[in-house]
Every structure is written in C-alpha cells, then in structure tokens.
C-alpha cells in the first residue's frame, strides 16, 4: 500500500506562485510515474503534469510553460510548481502514483483570486 499526502495549497492572487508537495510512503517511488491532476467544481478531473521515472515529463495544455513538475527520489517527494497562476487554476489538486496500480493523496485546494 503506498500512502500520498499532498501539501503547499492555499490561496494566491492571479498572477502568484505556489509550490505543492508529495510525499510518498514506501521504499519504490524511484520505480514510479508520478503526476498531479486537478479537479473543479462541476469538472472532470483532469491531467495537470506527469513525471515519469527517468524523469521524462509532460503537462497539460492549460499548464505548459507556467507549471513545472520535478521529483526528488532520496525525499520520496514530488513538486509542482505553479507561476503565474490564473483563476481558472482554481481547483483540489491531487498526487498519483502509478506502480502498476493506481495511487491516489486526498488532495489540497488551490484557490486563484482574481
């Protein structure tokens, strides 16, 4: 069983930062693709960035080129980090896991001022 929970949401004012954390239970997230999704009200969820084990990454659309994720496999740990953040960012945001098996943290609410 491999535990996630997700930390850094809050509220920031459009055209802010933040920086969301992942921390992974367990002795294999080197072996892990990790990913961060996000939910809105009345929404599907949806793809945020993916980071694969070699560290190949790719991003939705909506996100390329203000969102970065990276991953430090000696913390266990998984980034996303969020620029120039709009309103339309506003969502709970979720870690995944995928060892073979899907993963899923509880989430952590982001919310964009406008």
């Known amino acids: 069983q491999v535990q996630l929970v997700e930390s850094g949401g809050g509220l920031v004012q459009a055209g802010g930062s933040l920086r969301l954390s992942c921390v992974a239970s367990?002795?294999?997230?080197?072996?892990?693709?990790m990913g961060w999704y996000r939910q809105a009200p009345g929404k599907q969820r949806e793809v945020v960035a993916r980071?694969?084990?070699?560290?190949?990454?790719n991003y939705g659309d909506s996100v390329k080129d203000r969102f970065t994720i990276s991953r430090d496999n000696a913390k266990n740990t998984v980034y996303l980090q969020m620029n120039s953040l709009k309103f339309e960012d506003t969502a709970v945001y979720f870690c995944?896991?995928?060892?073979?098996?899907?993963?899923w943290g509880q989430g952590t609410q982001v919310t964009v001022s406008s």
């Open positions: 995944n896991a995928v060892f073979g098996f899907d993963f």
């Open positions: 367990g002795s294999s997230f080197r072996f892990a693709t």
């Open positions: 980071i694969t084990s070699g560290g190949s990454t």
